[in-house]
DNA sequence: GTCGAATAGCTGCCGAAGCAGAAACTGTCG
DNA sequence: CGACAGTTTCTGCTTCGGCAGCTATTCGAC
């Protein structure tokens, strides 16, 4: 039985988590892109290096599902960064049906160098923040996400 | 003189606020779309109408920096949602530039009725959470987005 | 008042994401 | 073995957001 945090007839858009979410989200992008596009990535690019690099997914389907992005929109991004020699493909051995994504060395040596500037805009993006403050967020953040991606939320809501 | 949150050498995407931001709004949205096609719009649709409902928006100028949405992409919705008979445009008198927007009676009670099954999956979404941590969420959004806006991040962006 | 600059909104165009379906492959069940 | 369901990736089609340019209107300097 969860707490009724909001109710319909005091709901506003404005203070709502979800617009704030996206707001948050859509500055932050903002202030990205620019720095991105010295390195001539635009972000959606550079959030798929930044994956590979972390070794967070080493084929497109887990890639889809961290990123939420549409497969076909993917295929055609790694295109991209194969063709200009920062990103290999790889038929996998053990499933033929798999094809197992790295960067190369220029790859990870290229996304390396965005880092400097990336670091110092999001510490600049919290420079209000505590330590324990971005701490709180994050793990509310964390929390929330998990609640999301448990069907739970969806099973609750009305006909 | 910000505190060095991120460090270079540390930082990974999954741990990142940006990345949980956008996880976080994603699976919200993937979550509301279902429950807003019943009543036959898109997300972005309803968000348009709720913002006119809350009267936070009386023209598209106002709507396109409130939403950080295109002006003609906004132009469009717009149209749809008029020839529907859910808003109305109306020149302004003092400005003759600007056209004035508000729900029409026929709007306002669509979007009124599709709040109660918004709230209960917000409400669901944010199950796990007591009161004091929505309202620390929620306070901690609003001031990352009030450094965003000010332009102090990209201010500081190394060359 | 007049002229140039700025503002509000709309239209055409382009690129990227979403959707559906095809092709290649795997594994299972009879 | 062979049919069939399920995966993984890729390819066309559609839709939608972002950009540039246009018109109408207003503001400000002179």
């Known amino acids: 039985m969860p707490i009724q945090h909001y109710r319909t007839e005091t709901y506003r858009a404005r203070t ?3 617009y704030l979410l ?9 202030h990205l892109e620019p720095v991105l596009a010295t390195s001539g990535f635009t972000f959606t690019q550079w959030v798929v ?7 967070l997914a080493l084929n497109a389907t887990v890639l889809c599902a961290q990123l939420r992005h549409d497969s076909g929109a993917l295929t055609r991004i790694i295109d991209q960064l194969e063709k200009r020699g920062l990103v290999s493909r790889e038929r996998s051995r053990q499933d033929r049906r798999s094809v197992r994504l790295h960067l190369t060395a220029a790859g990870r040596q290229t996304v390396d160098g965005t880092m400097p500037a990336v670091v ?8 209000g923040f505590s330590r324990t403050e971005l701490a709180d967020l994050t793990r509310l953040l964390i929390k929330l ?11 609750r809501v009305p006909a």
């Open 120 to 127: 110092a805009l999001m510490n600049a993006a919290l420079g």
């Open 22 to 30: 996206k707001r948050a989200h859509s500055l932050l992008v903002d």
């Open 145 to 155: 996400t998990g609640t999301l991606e448990n069907g739970s939320a969806a099973a």
């Open 49 to 55: 290096l930044m994956h590979l690099r972390d070794g």
């Open 16 to 18: 709502s988590v979800g």
